[in-house]
């Protein structure tokens, strides 16, 4: 099991940039492939994005191009960089883990994780 946190949302304006810092309290951080979720009124909870343990990504088509993620297993510290925001990125954002072996396909159901993140409001005004 590993704990999670999510913060340094907020409100910014349309194109602007945010990254959102998802640490992680476990020993054993490097074998854990790391997602992010959005909930907004238009989707109960939307896949954002995920980065598996060896550092590859896979990112929804509804943000490719704008969003990426990165890892830094020192720090036990996920990042969601997105850049060039619009007002239809505004959610709740939570990010998840689970243990992943390196050769395991990207996992991107809500199902797929046990450990969660409380969450945090990005709201981005026109």
């Known amino acids: 099991q590993v704990q999670l946190q999510l913060s340094a949302g907020g409100v910014v304006q349309a194109g602007d940039s945010l990254s959102l810092p998802c640490p992680a309290s476990?020993?054993?951080?490097?074998?854990?492939?790391v997602a992010w979720f959005r909930h907004s009124p238009a989707n109960e909870r939307q896949f954002v994005g995920t980065?598996?343990?060896?550092?590859?990504?896979n990112v929804a088509d509804c943000v490719k191009g704008r969003f990426t993620i990165c890892r830094d297993n020192g720090i036990k510290t996920a990042y969601l960089k997105m850049n060039n925001l619009k007002p239809e990125d505004t959610a709740v954002y939570y990010c998840?883990?689970?243990?992943?072996?390196?050769?395991?396909?990207?996992?991107?159901?809500?199902?797929?994780?046990?450990?969660w993140g409380e969450g945090t409001q990005v709201t981005v005004s026109s």
């Open positions: 476990t020993r054993s951080f490097t074998r854990y492939a």
């Open positions: 980065i598996h343990t060896s550092g590859s990504i």
């Open positions: 998840a883990a689970r243990d992943a072996i390196l050769t395991a396909p990207y996992y991107t159901r809500v199902d797929d994780y046990g450990s």
